[in-house]
DNA sequence: GTAACTATGTAATAATATAACAATAAAATT
DNA sequence: AATTTTATTGTTATATTATTACATAGTTAC
């Protein structure tokens, strides 16, 4: 699914491009090594489009590996609740998309009664192709 | 509560140690830097430590913040399956034992029926305090 | 058109983490 | 007790991830 790129800076739109095509997360060097031939040189280039990328929902951070994944959902401004499943032996990542999960993660409070504005969730396992 | 320390090794209890001294997460370098009156010198000491600590549910990673808090849970042997709330103000971190969140999270199954032997959750808000 | 804001380019460096190798110590086996 | 194996330690160097700081340029709002 094609995404808006609207409202996206030159470097943005770079960053973004190259983590679409990605299945996979990438890392931030990994990044900067590939958008190189477009004219970005330095991390700062790199890491400043990834932070907008984040916040507005373009793409994750996948936590637990360092690395950048684009949002597959359709709403896809969805910044602030995030859930993964993660293959520990062939590190195949994919975002969960299930309502009942989020909506249970969203309603959830603890027992001081805080509310939580965001949550990020990420899953371990195998996978079935490497079962 | 005091954790069982045996079965640890001379620089895991160290490190142990100083971080259930301390109230909040603890970034490896600061821990290094801790110890270093204890001997602890390089890095690789400390994050040897670190790695088995985790391993055995001593301690968890909160992911977010590359940051190491000891586990607080009564068991104490949950390694795979923790769930946090992080105050993006002022930066606590409270693990969360809710056992129907925990009996939730370990029974959820996505679409491809995958099943997850681990999950980290991390949940951000502004805390009580911090309103 | 100028002020305020946003984005860019660049160099340097900070912060986080691991690789590689030598040496010791502890536990298990005989 | 000697041997083998396994876990732990110490150390140097380096890899990986991320930010600071500052100069410049483009855009938006008034």
Known sequence: MAQKQQNLS???KI????IEKSVQPMKAYSILFNVQKK?????PQVYRAL???VEIGKIHKIESRNAFIACRNSACTIANATAFSICESCED????SSS??????SNFQDKEGMK????????FGICKKCK
Not at 39 to 43: C, N, S
Not at 93 to 96: G, S
């Open 15 to 18: 960053v973004l491009d190259i």
């Open 10 to 12: 030159k470097n943005q």
């Open 39 to 43: 004219g970005l040189k330095a991390p």
């Open 100 to 105: 009942k999960l989020s909506k249970y993660l």
């Open 93 to 96: 990542v994919k975002e969960i």
């Open 116 to 123: 939580y504005n965001k949550y990020n969730l990420e899953f």
């Open 51 to 53: 932070d907008k990328l």
